[in-house]
């Protein structure tokens, strides 16, 4: 079985790059750019340029391949839209593996995307969802809530540098996910038939609000945060304004994403069947505090040995000084 995956320079695809060749998959891997793939080909894997958006490129990137991992999304540095992105790239994608006779297409989408008509994201995830099962492919659609990695940006770095965390309207608990084990589920659904024709959530262990995490940061780093409420209306309101003008298109579209943040409901879902139907123990499953306490403790253990550094040279300098002892002579 030949692998191709396709946004494997991301965070969450770059892990199910290197599960999948840990576990002896022939990995093939489809970049934008060589260069900042490199490290796919020390993991193993075989790199072939190309890009969602010009579909013609797929055609040579597929050649050989009988299964796709899609981990593929716009990022919020590219000027790519949403739409550009994750509707047409993919349906691109998908009409491509069609063609090329793909054998199985796993596919990352959101949970709950069917209940949020109005965000950009959601409902494109829902389309490609339909627009995938209706295609004839034998697919498996993960539906994600969130990554743990994220958390470090949004909270931990802002906390450990004294700068603002920022929160907006009713915080929704999320069962974030280590990439990592969302990687487990990729790679096993290959080998589970099944899986084959279904949808599954892939969450973490429970839910968190804004708060939960920040006070879980806070006793963690022993520093308080400096927490900014930002009201839901003003967010709608500069989401708005930025409509008006072609560069702020994309900005308005994952800012309307808040929306599902801050609503109040959670992005959760049962995972009991799940663990059964793919055959892994969820007593192996990363929880958040452990993934923050590990994070906190590298970080902790780090400055502290900056500061040991500072201070001995401090002291060589001293020692070194011709007027360390001027006054005593």
Known sequence: MTLLIVGATGTLGRQVARRAIDEGYKVRCLVRSSKKAAFLKEWGAELVVGDLCYPQTLTGALEGVTTIIDAATSRATDSLSIKQVDWEGQVALIQA??????????????IDADKYPEVPLMEIKRCTELFLAESGLNYTILRLAGFMQGLIGQYGIPILEGQPVWVTGASSPIAYMDTQDIAKFAVRALSVPETEKQAFPVVGTRGWSA????????????KDAKVTRMPLNLLRAVRRFVRFFQWGWNVADRLAFTEVLASGRPLNAPMDEVYKVFGLDSQETTTLESYLQEYFNRIMKKLKELNYEKTKTKKQKNKKSPFKNVNSQ
């Open 97 to 110: 593996a069609q063609a090329a006779g793909i054998e199985r297409f796993i596919f990352f989408s959101i």
């Open 211 to 222: 708060e939960e995490i920040i006070s879980l940061c806070e006793r963690l780093s022993g």
